[in-house]
């Protein structure tokens, strides 16, 4: 009778066992937090600062040179991205081709690579008209938003990762008429 219930708890073990096993076999591995932004201290994302414009009390003339140059931003964005999608478009027609011409290729490479270097030319720049407008007195209450955000609970609704460039930009999270996964007319990569 001992070994009958020795052996039966020896089975109910080693399917509690296999059990968990099979649970942890199906749920995805964790992936790592995205690297820091080496800049992410230094640099406000235009959607932290026009979320909170009353907290860190801009002026009107802050608020509509902010504006305007978010709307120009974004209309310059909208552009590249076209060109950076057409660009993408014509190489992939190319890399088609059995042999691929090498030349003709890596041409093409170089259109895509000279708009998204000139997308990102165009973000920094937003980035730093807009930090030159503030006080440094808002500065220092961005960084304090920002700390916030990073500290669990303390995002606003954002969740973890929130922070420079991670929430929506302007004309909602994709930008107007922005195909997905490219960056974002804000200013900053997701």
């Known amino acids: 009778m001992k070994k009958r219930i020795a052996l039966l708890i020896l089975v109910m073990a ?10 942890s076999a ?3 591995p964790q992936q790592p937090p995205p690297p820091m932004d080496p800049l992410g201290d230094v640099m406000f ?11 860190l009390d801009l002026t009107q003339e802050q608020k509509t040179f902010m504006r305007a140059e978010i709307q ?30 090498e030349q003709q290729a890596l041409a093409q ?29 808002q500065q220092a209450k961005l960084h304090e938003l920002m ?12 969740g973890p990762g929130a922070g420079p460039g991670r929430g929506p930009g302007p004309g909602g999270p994709e930008g107007p008429g922005k195909p997905p996964g490219e960056p974002r007319p804000d200013g900053f990569e997701p």
């Open 109 to 137: 490479l170089d259109k895509v690579l000279d708009t998204e270097r000139e997308i990102k030319r165009l973000h920094f720049g937003l980035a730093i008209a807009l930090k030159n407008k503030l006080t440094p007195e």
């Open 26 to 28: 199906q749920q995805p």
């Open 147 to 158: 700390m916030q955000m990073h500290q669990p609970g303390g995002g606003h609704g954002r």
């Open 45 to 55: 994302p235009p959607d932290l600062i026009m979320g909170h414009t009353r907290e």
């Open 72 to 101: 120009r931003s974004t209309a310059r964005f909208n552009e590249l991205q076209w060109q950076v999608q057409d660009a993408m478009e014509a190489l992939h027609a190319l890399m088609k081709a059995n042999p691929v011409n």
């Open 14 to 23: 080693a399917g509690a066992l296999l059990a968990v096993a099979l649970v």
